[in-house]
């Protein structure tokens, strides 16, 4: 896995998993083309999570973007391609100080390499994969695992508070995520397979 590569050392994770009947490469294709407004929970949790910010005016109100595909939309947010293996696995990365209600800034990195060397006692390290297998039934599973690294003791009560606050939440995303990527993947092969 790329993750392992990226970030082997972690403090904080959570996985999920979801099975997809439909071909590998109209599941990777979901995974790309997802979109922000496909998972509505995300409106409603982003916008608690920004509320802060936006109260004491450090982030203006703008277009939802609903038809923003997912993984475009976080790399908007300061996340950033790691690596990817077409059709296989596909793996972001932010750093940053992630609990702060108002001034979190992700801090931008110009390379993979840079995230890899990276080394900071304020900021946390997160990378977010998703990766297909395909199954001896022919069904594809989709995965996502995420990790955080927090190299200072203090640095990691502060995430360890933060990650007992926005857990829920986060599992939920997670879940809706991949249940809309199923939801896609096999109406294009319900869609593909009434042309044949």
């Known amino acids: 896995m790329l993750l392992d590569r990226f970030l082997p050392v972690y403090h904080y994770h959570e996985k999920h998993s979801i099975d997809v009947r439909a071909p590998r490469d109209a599941v990777y294709r979901a995974i790309r083309e997802v979109k922000y407004g496909d998972i509505p929970v995300l409106r409603l949790l ?25 993984i475009k939309r976080m790399m908007r947010y300061g996340f950033m391609l790691l690596e990817e293996a077409e059709g296989q696995e596909l793996l972001v990365g932010v750093v940053g100080p992630f609990w702060r209600p108002v001034g979190f800034e992700p801090i931008r990195l110009d390379s993979a390499q840079a995230f890899i060397d990276y080394d900071s006692l304020r900021h946390a390290k997160a990378v977010m994969n998703f990766q297909v297998r395909e199954q001896s039934n022919g069904t594809m599973t989709v995965m996502t695992e995420t990790r955080i690294q927090t190299q200072d003791r203090a640095v990691r009560l502060k995430f360890g508070l933060y990650w007992l606050l926005i857990y829920p939440g986060s599992t939920w995303i997670r879940r809706s995520l991949l249940k809309a990527i199923k939801t896609n993947a096999e109406k294009e092969r319900v869609v593909y397979g009434s042309q044949t």
């Open 46 to 70: 982003f916008g608690i999570r920004m509320l802060p910010a936006w109260l004491a005016g450090k982030v203006k109100t703008g277009a939802s973007g609903g038809d923003e595909p997912f």
